[in-house]
């Protein structure tokens, strides 16, 4: 922790500090903050406000959380946990259904297309944002513009690179030619016109994503005020943010949707330690944890009985290779990665480190998007079966580990990353035949994992988690090994794969377009860019205070159903 006061922000204050959150000491959870009357100045303090107990007055849950990276903009939301706050604060023209995950109108009264590439979107009225201001066509031309603007610097901006003009805004080299995509066009207070660069007949289904919500004319004209204080449109409003403590999201009772808030708010308390979140729910001073810790599910069943969840999720834990640095990026350098996967005995570590809440990936998807959304067991090939004797030929015929000694790179504060990290290197210590040829390297927190992560830092293997943004295999391999991708953190490129892409989102239908997409995981299964290692459950606890407690199909609590007794 970053000396004894933290900058904090609530109604009217003023942010100020570094965006990465600071460590804990023993264990504990993140310092707490306490309001003294209205309009005073936030202090830092312990224990304050409930003796600890985490829980923000009658109808309020508390959940754990982790600090997001960026400021909460859409388009510079790209984890987990900043997605949890947007997921509250803002709704756009579709939404995933918490439980098939199919992508259902919301804002959209409807989206038509008469060729797949130039798009009529029709809103619907009646929607304000929490500020009063309408929600209009220009709320999302304005967004996606300032989303797609290389200037703003929105890692989501590959998101609009299929509209007419995205090269003009956001060229790959120099500056930008025009400030707003050419392919967008308003026509009237609910209505707008979208102009694909290719066909793209799955288009509209992403369009549920943080990237693509709308924005208040607020945003502009007060950004840095927007940005200490979001304004939304969604069931909730944000009351105040305590970094590396705690962000208060209050029901917004004029909420115009149809999926309002059954409870009267959410704290998100910051934990940097799952085990300590986990025994904070068992002790009563926490309501809500979406990461049961690997070391308590033996005991999870046990402890709290039907209020365990545990359910199938669009997740997928891979380990990603720096393919910026030369060691690991190489031509024959794949034979090395390879072999690294072949070494991993994802049967043993699922079985004795998750008891079986993982499940060995055999492809770079999720069995939750079914035969028809793209998933097919075995696309990895017999490089993602464990064989120690193929292993050992592929490392030496690719030259060996870097420097004979490698290491995997996770962020310790969420997860129970370092016990399969610790068994992930100890089953390629054991296959090489020595007991340093790779060991776990922690960071501490979330956030400065993806700082190193996006400032090219990685010398070695790292963790790469994926929770899917929308139910299309399209998600689970543009964002993450397309060409300068928003969240392809290895920088991972390859012709044949962009061309793959490219030709499945222009497919005419789905079918076809999945067959592409396997197609384009093919060359993943040949250069290995990033290890598939397991398809992982969404899990998580309650409270016996609270009812009606689910996970969606991204494995994220579904919090705005949340009933307090």
Known sequence: MRGAVRATWAVGERVAGGRARGRRAAGRRAGWTCAVCAGAVLVAATGCGGGGAGRGGPGVVSASWGDPQNPLEPANTNEVQGGKV?????RGLKRYDPRTGAAENVLAERITSTDAQ????????????SNG????????????????????????????????????VHPSSGAPTAKTLSGL???DDRTFTVALNQKFSSWPETLGYAAFMPLPQAFFRDHDGWLKR???????????????????MRKWKQYPGPDPARNSGIDLQVYTDADTAYTDLLSGNLDLVDDVPAAQLKNVKADLGDRYLNQPAGIIQTLAFPMYDPKWGRKGMEKVRRGISMAIDRKQITKEIFLNTRTPATDWTSPVLGDKGGYRAGLCGDVCVYD?????????????????????????????HK???DAVCNSINSTLGNDRACVGDPVGTFADFRNRLSARKMTGPFRAGWQMDYPLIQNFL????????????????????????????????????????????????????AVPLWYQNGSGGYAERLTNVSLNSFGVPVYNEIKVV
């Open 86 to 90: 947007l997921d509250m604060l803002l």
């Open 118 to 129: 130039h798009y009529t979107v029709r809103l619907k009225s009646g929607w304000t944002f």
């Open 133 to 168: 201001e309408p929600v209009t066509a220009k709320s999302f031309v304005d967004a996606w513009n300032y989303g797609a603007l290389i200037d703003n610097g929105q890692k989501n901006a590959a998101f609009f690179q299929y509209i007419d003009g995205f090269a003009r």
């Open 185 to 187: 066009k308003v026509t």
């Open 230 to 248: 979001p304004i939304g449109n969604g069931p909730y409003v944000v009351e105040s943010y305590t970094k590396g403590a705690v962000l208060k």
């Open 388 to 416: 120690p004797v193929k292993a050992r030929r592929l490392i030496k015929e690719g030259g060996g580990i870097p420097g004979g000694r490698m290491t995997i790179t996770y962020n310790a504060d969420t997860g129970s």
């Open 419 to 421: 016990d399969w990290v």
């Open 478 to 529: 543009q964002p993450l090994y397309y060409t300068n991708a928003s969240s392809n953190d290895g920088k991972f490129s390859d012709r044949d794969f962009d061309r793959l892409v490219n030709e499945a989102n222009a497919a005419p239908d789905t079918g076809r377009a999945v067959a592409k997409f396997q197609d384009a995981e093919k060359v993943l299964a040949q250069q290995m860019p």
